[in-house]
């Protein structure tokens, strides 16, 4: 995969090579590559002035958006990395997450009443001063070492703990999704994960570096299957990234008719949840695992490839796969090596692996 770069260059190559199509929908509302870029130039060129550079935070707390796409590309391409804060979280967790990211702003897009410290630089995406000014791409400033966002752990061991990635992390998952889902300019994938999660990464990088659309579910339709899956066909989504439960709820209904790769993930999947879609010949279906710290999903299984039958299994369980292409996977006592069969603890190397967690060893 590129090594040598940044998120930034693979995003502004697709700008370059087809700026006219549509990069992201959401309700009546879309933007071509070309827009979205000048859209993040002009809040890129603003994060700048206020003294922006390469491993300082800029913290988003916005609801789903056009503006929340374009405001963390405007961040990334400022140099600095983004800090997603969900508007609906309590006061106190997102007091702790400002405090202990230190951002050097906070970018606003929400009807939720947030409070933000005088000592910090608050931008309002509402304002539309925000989105005109320099629509032309900054100089770069990064390299694939640099930061490119934290997000922070649920925090049900403790306190949250923010985990810090880099650009060549997301640079080999979108060359993984490209190699292994056949990720292109045709894909459209459907954004409905909060971007505090990590799916949310999988669900926009890979498809923007590719050419692909992001079609950005609306919030009240992620808990009504019904909605859901007309919506999937309205937008004629391609790329499904789901939780077990949200598969079971389309698997039952039956009537999604556009999906060509299924991925279940974030929790244990049933076969039974997956016996309609199973049955779909041209569509292929995968289950991801991992942590956030190892760049959203560390292994992947296939359980039907395209244009293939489904092939039944003994096994309810579903295993959790190989790793992807530059990540590793060991299971280990202590330091040895276990033998195959023999239990052990899951251990992740590789080039999915973040730098580490902010300001915590």
Known sequence: YPRDKTVIELFEEQVEKIPDNIAVVFENEKLTYAELNEKANSLAHKLREIGVKPDEFVAIIADRS???IAAIFGIIKSGGAYVPIDPTYPEDRISFMLEDCQPKAVLKYTTESIA???????????????????????EHVNTPNDLIYCIYTSGTTGKPKGVTLIHRNVSADISQFKRRIGVTEKTV????????????????????????????????????????????????????????????????????NTVETFIAGSDKLKIEY?????????????????????????TMYTLKKKGETWMTVDSQVVPIGPPKENWKIYILNGNNLCGIGVPGELCIAGDGVARGYLNRP
Not at 120 to 137: F, T, Y
Not at 207 to 230: F, Q, W
Not at 274 to 288: D, P, R
């Open 116 to 138: 933000v410290s005088n000592e910090i630089s608050v931008i309002d995406l509402q304002n539309r001063d925000v989105w005109e000014g320099a629509p032309e791409n900054p």
């Open 189 to 256: 994938s459907m954004q409905q994960a909060s971007y505090s999660f990590d799916m949310f990464v999988e669900e926009v990088y890979p498809t923007i570096c590719s050419g692909g659309t992001i079609a950005i579910l609306p919030k009240e339709y992620a808990a009504d299957g019904v909605k859901m899956s007309r919506y999937i066909n309205e937008k004629k989504v391609t790329l499904l990234h789901c939780s077990p439960l949200q598969m079971n709820e389309l698997n039952e209904l039956n009537t999604v």
């Open 274 to 298: 997956l016996s309609n879609i199973l049955q779909i010949k041209e569509a292929q279906v995968l289950q991801g695992y991992g942590p956030t710290e190892t760049t959203v999903v560390a």
């Open 66 to 68: 056009i503006e929340m």
